[in-house]
């Protein structure tokens, strides 16, 4: 199984037209698609500008497949109204050669992720507020392997007992060495902030911590040096989507 994630900037004020193309275009379009067992859109809980198109596909030739017919472009052309600006600019002479300027649409961040380990629910519930949450640890070189024995044999299992979790998928980069994310779906944003605050996530991570990189920090004064275990944590609403499974 492969994840695909399409990263974007928007216009958060034009978000619910953005939510209707997606509905009323991308998730039709995605349907027709062969492999495409999923897609949503999903809207950072922090920073109401970043969005990403997430979606999942049965093997990597078909979500290649995707990326070569050159539909991804069409809807992405689509959606450029409701993009933001980038703080670059292009400067181009006019036919009269005067000098014009043109802001740039921020270019979109695709990555895809080869799936290692999954549990999955019965169903996506409809009618619910679901919501996303990506943890992205930085793996120690050598370490990914025992990483990943860890997850799946200690994580996952505890997950599977978690109140309100409904999807758990442990991903790798296809592109970049050592690059892993865990992205799991909650029935509620109440049930991921829950297990996050219960001690579970950090007793959890507690059993792969050997594993991090770490990162050296020097203390302005006294030369004295601390470490901080490189785990980054973030939380996503799922504006809309559709599973075709």
């Not at 275009?25 to 922090?46: E, F, R, T």
């Not at 997950?159 to 442990?170: A, E, P, Q």
């Not at 020097?218 to 996503?236: A, F």
Request: glycine share 4%; proline share 4%.
């Amino acid at each position: 199984m492969i994840m695909r994630l399409v990263q974007v900037k928007i216009k958060p004020e034009l978000l619910p037209e953005l939510c209707q193309l997606y509905e009323e275009k991308v998730i039709p379009l995605l349907g027709g698609m062969q492999g495409c067992l999923y897609a949503s859109l999903i809207q950072s809980v922090d920073h109401a500008d970043e969005c990403m198109s997430l979606t999942l596909w049965d093997t990597r030739e078909h979500a290649d497949e995707y990326e070569r017919s050159g539909m991804f472009k069409q809807l992405l052309t689509e959606a450029q109204p409701y993009l933001a600006e980038s703080s670059e600019w292009k400067i181009q002479l006019s036919k009269d050669l005067t000098i014009e300027y043109e802001p740039v649409i921020e270019e979109p961040v695709v990555n895809a992720y080869q799936v290692t380990a999954a549990k999955h629910a019965q169903e996506i519930p409809k009618g619910r507020p679901l919501f996303v949450r990506i943890v992205s640890p930085q793996i120690r070189e050598g370490q990914m392997e025992e990483f990943k024995k860890i997850f799946n044999e200690e994580i996952l299992p505890e997950l599977r007992t978690v109140k309100g979790c409904r999807y758990t998928y442990l991903t790798e980069s296809i592109k970049e060495k050592d690059q892993i994310i865990s992205v799991t779906i909650w029935d509620t944003r109440e049930d991921a902030e829950a297990y996050q605050h219960s001690g579970v996530f950090n007793r959890l991570m507690e059993k792969v911590k050997h594993t991090f990189w770490k990162m050296q920090l020097e203390r302005e004064t006294g030369g004295q040096v601390m470490t901080s275990d490189e785990v980054t944590v973030e939380g996503y609403r799922i504006v809309t989507g559709k599973s075709f499974t």
